[in-house]
């Protein structure tokens, strides 16, 4: 685990996997002895964030849950009692992810279908419902300073741009889906952001990322579906990772 103070009271949790993998990331906000949590990542991930947190003398109040794939909220299985947001259409997610069985645990304490304002000692909070790479997402801004970006734009251990993977929805709802969450995000250079997975960074980063994985995605969609990696990449400036069963994932 490597654990980066991004300003006070905004602690990262990071947990590296192998070369040219994700890293699951956890963000703590605190106030005094209590701490939101968002994102929970998996249960020995979540283990070493509280075990950290109690040593510092804080235990965790709530959770926001950015949206419901395991990697994000399995650790919530070791936070019993404790209560969560999450988004409207969770359920879908999970259907969608072939996790049914999961859906009675996972109903959210708070459920969140429009943007909710959550004031937490010293700071504040504004959780925004934005379905792109799910029906659920929600984003995070925090102190007008930073915001939290779920999986919209995805990133390696070592920093690497990452396909997009597009869930919920037949193909051409999910890919327009995803496109119109970018556009709207192309409205947030202003915050310093943090991805789900990967470093966070200047918000002034953030158009040539969304403008690579547009070509990237509009590719697929021109060809109806029917384009190897390499001709959907051709327009691209950034490399990608990941690309073989994601690129398949996003042809469907």
């Known amino acids: 685990m490597i654990k980066k103070e991004l300003s006070s009271g905004i602690v990262l949790y990071s947990f590296p996997e192998e070369p040219n993998s994700i890293a699951n990331n956890i963000i703590a906000v605190i106030d005094g002895d209590k701490a939101i949590l968002i994102d929970t990542a998996y249960d020995d991930q979540i283990g070493l964030a509280i075990s950290d947190l109690a040593a510092n003398g804080a235990t965790v109040d709530s959770v926001v849950i950015s949206h419901f794939h395991e990697d994000h909220y399995d650790g919530l299985y070791e936070l019993v009692g404790v209560s969560f947001y999450g988004g409207a259409r969770f359920k879908e997610t999970l259907i969608f992810e072939d996790c049914e069985d999961d859906v009675a645990k996972l109903i959210p304490t708070i459920i969140v279908d429009k943007p909710m304002t959550v004031e937490f000692g010293k700071h504040k909070l504004e959780l925004i419902p934005f379905p792109g790479h799910s029906e659920c997402t929600m984003l ?113």
């Open 140 to 252: 995070t801004k925090i102190n007008e300073q930073f915001l939290h970006i779920a999986d919209e734009v995805i990133f390696s251990t070592e920093g690497q741009l990452s396909l997009p993977w597009l869930c919920n929805g037949e193909a051409d709802v999910k890919r327009q889906r995803q496109l119109d969450a970018w556009a709207k995000l192309k409205n947030y250079s202003q915050f310093t952001i943090i991805p789900a997975h990967g470093s966070p960074f200047d918000g002034d980063k953030l158009q040539g990322y969304l403008q690579n994985l547009e070509r990237y995605l509009n590719a697929i969609i021109e060809s109806g579906g029917n384009i190897t990696y390499e001709g959907a990449m051709k327009n691209c400036e950034y490399p990608l990772f990941e690309k073989k069963g994601w690129h398949e994932n996003n042809c469907k």
